[in-house]
């Protein structure tokens, strides 16, 4: 039972380089997030999508790119990485039934450092 | 908009000690769920708890319980007779129930360290 799964755990990127945050689940989830958490802050939600096709930003969408062509990858892309974006990542899914707003299930985390 | 504050950055106490976590959020919304996480520094986020705003009963799970005001817009958290293990960050969230996605906005975090 993987839960939500992110690669890579560990990244360095030079300034201006693009790379793209893979996040996975297999819990049939519908709605999926993108958070950062910079050095001692809480997480801010980048990106979410509550399905497949469907997109929208969150409260600092600046600088990243998402799609959501299956329910279980929700993918994040950087295109031209600056060192405002270094920062520890996590991708979370939810469940959307019946019950409401059901808890999010965090992936580890990737930790990108932007030089 | 939402809004949640964790006022405590970090909170340091002896092991066997009790330590009281304040949140306190704001909505316009008349529901909504509040959680509480906790991130140990191995880097995870664990969820521990998830309340609604009908719901105003304090609830207790093993050494944790969590207080839940409505009329002081509060959620607190104690961590009973702490333990080295308990030391981590620990977030509270609001989600209203109109946000599309369920979108939760965090507070800040509170460090605990539980010293032996």
């Known amino acids: 039972n993987a839960g939500v799964t992110q690669t890579p755990k560990f990244r360095i990127l030079k300034i201006g380089q693009s790379m793209t945050l893979q996040c996975t689940q297999d819990m049939n989830h519908n709605y999926m997030y993108w958070y950062r958490q910079d050095p001692g802050m809480g997480l801010k939600l980048i990106y979410y999508s509550v399905g497949a096709g469907i997109t929208d930003k969150g409260e600092v969408p600046n600088g990243y790119n998402v799609s959501r062509s299956t329910t279980e990858d929700f993918p994040l892309r950087l295109e031209l990485a600056a060192p405002s974006q270094t920062s520890v990542y996590f991708c979370?899914?939810?469940?959307?039934?019946?019950?409401?707003?059901?808890?999010?299930?965090f992936g580890d985390g990737t930790r990108l450092s932007i030089l | 908009a939402q809004k949640v504050t964790q006022a405590q950055t970090e909170i340091s106490v002896v092991e066997k000690e009790d330590v009281t976590l304040d949140c306190v959020y704001e909505?316009?919304?008349?529901?909504?769920?509040l959680f509480w996480y906790k991130q140990p520094p191995s880097g995870e986020l664990v969820f521990l708890i998830r309340?609604?705003?009908?719901?105003?009963q304090n609830e207790i799970s093993g050494r944790y319980s969590w207080n839940f005001q409505k009329s002081t817009s509060s959620f607190n958290f104690t961590i009973t007779a702490s333990q080295v293990v308990d030391s981590a960050v620990y977030f509270c969230?609001?989600?209203?129930?109109?946000?599309?996605?369920?979108?939760?906005?965090f507070g800040g975090g509170t460090r605990v360290l539980v010293k032996p």
């Open positions: 309340r609604n705003s009908f719901d105003e």
């Open positions: 979370a899914s939810s469940y959307s039934g019946s019950i409401s707003n059901q808890p999010q299930h």
């Open positions: 909505t316009r919304d008349t529901t909504y769920y």
């Open positions: 969230a609001l989600s209203e129930a109109k946000a599309a996605g369920n979108k939760l906005t």
